[in-house]
């Protein structure tokens, strides 16, 4: 079993709907990420939470340390919002290293 | 500012053909950095990453390489390239927490 699992794998949506794009870990960690890959490759930190909830825009992300959960959501989602979006997380005995999800598929429709 | 190069871009190479691919970091000093591959279709993975010159930790065996001639400079090589070497390959620095990523190199062996 991996040791961050993402769900869903693939979502696709109408432009305009409310996402939620689901993180669950089993280690110990220190802090989550959430970063956003376009298709070019590229990738962007979203962001880096350790407690609460953190917002940016539309996006918005929380976590709960106890139930080892993580939620991204989008509200009012639009076609420049298509990416992948993937969940990383800090180990605790970690030097700084990234412990990955496999990423979300993520296609708003027009 | 802080930032992160990273070339080339895209790369297509023979097997058995030798790889050198850099990373610098401008505007920080004793930078913690990475090199992650990204498989088509797959999540990113760890290769190598390095907290001070001359500092390299291997993440997975396998076919490359890493080093750091200078604080801010990281280099991926590889003597002969293999058809499974192919992926998108990414350069990350942290100064103790978040992440920046390069552009990333999509390198083709064919």
Known sequence: KNEVEQSPQNLTAQEGEFITINCSYSVGISALHWLQQHPGGGIVSLFMLSSGKKKHGRLIATINIQEKHSSLHITASHPRDSAVYICAVYRMDSNYQLIWGAGTKLIIKP | ?110
């Open chain 2, 1 to 110: 500012s802080q930032t992160i190069h990273q070339w080339p871009a895209t790369l297509v190479q023979p097997v058995g053909s030798p790889l050198s691919l850099e990373c610098t970091v401008e505007g920080t000093s004793n930078p913690n950095l990475y090199w992650y591959r990204q498989a088509a279709g797959r999540g990113l993975q760890l290769l190598f990453y390095s907290v001070g010159i001359g500092q390299i930790s291997s993440e997975v065996p396998q076919n490359l390489s890493a080093s750091r001639p200078q604080d801010r400079q990281f280099i991926l090589s590889s003597k002969k390239l293999l058809l499974s070497d192919s992926g998108f390959y990414l350069c990350a620095w942290t100064p103790g927490g978040g992440y920046t990523f390069g552009s990333g190199t999509r390198l083709t062996v064919v």
